[in-house]
Nanobody
Framework: QVQLVESGGGLVQAGGSLRLSCAAS????????MGWYRQAPGKQREMVGI???????DYADSVKGRFTISRDNAKNTVYLIMNSLKPEDTAVYYC???????????WGLGTQVTVSS
């Protein structure tokens, strides 16, 4: 059974930084692409970024240059490092196991990120 557990969310001022972590279990982590998604109030869930099994990354245009995804296969953990945060980054952030067709196969429960102006 796949389990994805996010941590690291919180309240931060605009311009600040946060690091989210996602610990995975129940999968052969190093073979899987992992992703971060977010959902703001009243909006659809959107992709923030994906890291492939080989470390290649893709990002949404809105976060390029500010957010970085990394992974530690020894710890079965994927990270989202968020810099220069803006109020519009406020959302619940979800970790996901991503399939070969960029479909999400499993979701974490999410962690709240709130950026104050």
């Amino acid at each position: 059974q796949v389990q994805l557990v996010e941590s690291g969310g919180g309240l931060v001022q605009a311009g600040g930084s946060l690091r989210l972590s996602c610990a995975a279990s129940g999968i052969i982590f190093r073979f899987n692409a992992m992703g971060w998604y977010r959902q703001a109030p009243g909006k659809q869930r959107e992709m923030v970024g994906i890291i492939n099994f080989d470390g290649r990354t893709d990002y949404a245009d809105s976060v390029k240059g500010r957010f970085t995804i990394s992974r530690d296969n020894a710890k079965n953990t994927v990270y989202l490092i968020m810099n220069s945060l803006k109020p519009e980054d406020t959302a619940v952030y979800y970790c996901a196991k991503v399939g070969r067709r960029r479909d999400v196969e499993s979701w974490g429960l999410g962690t709240q990120v709130t950026v104050s102006s």
